[in-house]
């Protein structure tokens, strides 16, 4: 198991910004996951929002959400970062992150450990 703990949602007006935070437990090393960040508005789906590779050098979007978010991550604290820029009410939805030990997590989307989510609300 890989304790994820989602924090940053909040409300925000439509055009504004936030910053979600993935941190993982205490001793895991997060350079050795792939961690992607999805996301699920009421009624609708789960849907990919972001990924990065292990090493942090490759990163893949949905197209909704390119070049308005940036996923990032900081090894040294066991973090990986959701920049999330100019949001859309259709933006809104509580937002997950989720770890993989596999490289090839980042493009097949399958990952075993997620956190419990945290609630993004975008108003006009």
């Known amino acids: 198991q890989v304790p994820l703990v989602e924090s940053g949602g909040g409300s925000v007006q439509v055009g504004g910004s936030l910053r979600l935070s993935c941190a993982a437990a205490s001793g895991r090393a997060f350079s050795n996951y792939v961690v992607g960040w999805f996301r699920q508005a009421p009624g609708k789906e789960r849907e990919f929002v972001a990924a990065?590779?292990?090493?942090?050098?490759?990163?893949s979007y949905a197209d909704s959400v390119k070049d308005r978010f940036i996923i990032s991550k900081d090894d040294a604290r066991e973090t990986v970062y959701l920049q999330m820029n100019s949001l859309k009410p259709e933006d809104t939805a509580v937002y997950f992150c989720?770890?993989?030990?596999?490289?090839?997590?980042?493009?097949?989307?399958?990952?075993?450990?997620w956190g419990q989510g945290t609630q993004v609300t975008v108003s006009s």
């Open positions: 990065i590779s292990r090493s942090g050098g490759m990163t």
């Open positions: 989720a770890a993989d030990p596999r490289p090839s997590a980042r493009m097949t989307k399958k990952y075993d450990f």
